[in-house]
């Protein structure tokens, strides 16, 4: 589910209107979120010109004469509204979205002015993410910033930011690595810059959704960038490839390497020979890997009915010695193909953990989720504008890594002097030539 949050500072304007549905439509989000509509009857707002089609709900909260003012449309098709909250700085919309099983909160934020009453949001947002179940995403305007860094050419407030991030810890909420703009917000008086704007969301979303990406567009129409959450992955192409040792413990998996290296047939230079031959080899494990795998999965469904079925006995008459026999027989086996997923999980997240029969499995994928977003690339700067095209990024990464490996001469110096000492034919021979026994013998 993509999301854009936008502080709109106004928007009875329809130019404002039609930016609106072009960010809606070029980043292709299910969810916006308007803060500072400045509109006290948000039925008012020109939502089918924000939207672009009639397959919308929304909510909204009105202004306070021309201050705040808050409204979130989004796709029903992708999100289904089951209950709203609404105050004046929060518009929380509770409901089920397409791809995700459990209650997706969605709370569009409008951070007031005064730091009391930012305590008095802070409290609210908490105890209200206590009582309800399910997914959190909260984003908007907050109108405060967590670090010195964030602001430029302002005074930071360490109480508030304190506040913030107390709010933050004990909300149990994260935030996503913001590319794009540096700053979210940029004052027109004096050039005062902030990062105002953000995306919050709970560990449970973020284990779901670990690779979406958070963006800062250019400003436009407003002195705040609009931000954008984008939960689709961009596609790089195939993962590489990469052995795991629970393989070298499956049946069959020594024969196949083994035929497979003998059964090669290729040509050319030998580093290209070698190369081909690798290629070959690993299209051949990965091609087995994918059918022994259904085949375990298959194995692991069916003794786990069967070890239930017997359980299930077990409440009403004696099990007799063979079905007990059977009953250990299958938590064995079970025990043993969930000790391979987690030796796969731990080589994952690159953990040498000390107890050998660890199965914490909800521990390991979060190490995987971490790395995975950290070496993520979700976009890069390209000569100074922010792009998340994969084509573009491809040949950025490409050419800098061909200037890298290129020579800027192109003829090197040479070591020519006859004065330099040289070996005679027969010394390189011999220099070449295998070791004799007898020299072996003498060394040893």
């Not at 306070?64 to 700085?89: A, C, P």
Request: charged share 30%; proline share 3%.
């Amino acid at each position: 589910m993509n999301c854009l949050s936008l502080n709109i500072r106004g928007v009875g304007d329809a130019e404002k209107v039609k930016w609106v549905r072009r960010l809606k439509e070029k980043h292709k989000v299910s969810l916006i979120g308007l803060q500072e509509t400045q509109i006290l009857d948000y039925s008012r707002i020109d939502i089918n010109g924000c939207w672009g089609s009639n397959e919308f709900d929304y909510e909204g909260v009105g202004s306070n004469g021309r201050s705040g003012g808050l409204i979130s449309i989004w796709d029903t098709k992708v999100f289904q509204k089951s209950e709203v909250i609404k105050n004046q700085n929060y518009l929380i919309i509770i409901g089920k979205c397409k791809s995700i099983e459990c209650n997706l909160n969605l709370v569009n934020v409008y951070g007031p002015q005064s730091r009391s009453e930012k305590r008095k949001l802070w409290e609210d947002l908490t105890r209200i993410k206590n009582e309800k179940q399910g997914y959190w995403i909260v984003f908007g305007d907050f109108n405060v910033v967590r670090y010195p860094s964030e602001r430029h050419h302002s005074r930071f407030c360490p109480s508030s930011a304190e506040a913030f991030n107390r709010f933050i810890q004990d909300a149990d909420l994260k935030e996503y690595n913001m590319g794009g703009e540096k700053f979210t917000f940029m004052s027109r008086s004096d050039a005062k810059l902030s990062k105002l704007d953000r995306f919050l969301v709970c560990s449970g979303y973020l284990n779901s959704f670990p690779l979406s990406a958070v963006t800062a567009h250019p400003r436009e129409l407003s002195d705040h960038s609009p931000i954008t959450l984008q939960s689709a992955v961009a596609d790089f192409g195939p993962i590489p490839f990469k052995l795991f040792n629970s393989w070298m413990f499956k049946e069959g998996f020594d024969k196949l390497v083994i035929d497979s290296w003998s059964r090669f047939v290729g040509y050319g230079n030998p580093d290209a020979y070698l190369a081909a031959k690798l290629k070959y080899l690993k299209n051949v494990i990965r091609n087995w890997m994918k059918e022994a795998s259904k085949i375990e999965s298959k194995e692991l469904d069916g003794w786990i009915g069967t070890v239930k079925n017997y359980e299930k006995q077990a409440e009403s008459r004696p099990l007799t010695d063979l079905e007990i026999g059977k009953w250990n027989d299958g938590l064995k086996k079970i025990e043993e193909l969930e000790r391979l997923k987690t030796m796969d999980l731990k080589q994952k997240a690159r953990i040498k953990w000390t107890i050998d029969g660890d199965e914490n499995s909800k521990f390991f994928h979060g190490f995987i989720n971490n790395k995975n977003r950290r070496n993520h690339i979700h976009g890069i700067t390209i000569n100074g504008r922010w792009t998340t095209e994969v084509n573009l990024i491809k040949e950025e990464v490409l050419n800098f890594y061909k200037a890298k490996f290129s020579e800027n001469s192109a003829v090197r110096p040479k070591f020519i002097n006859p004065a330099f000492k040289t070996l005679s034919m027969m010394e390189a021979i011999r220099i070449e030539a295998p070791f004799s026994l007898e020299e072996v013998k003498d060394a040893v």
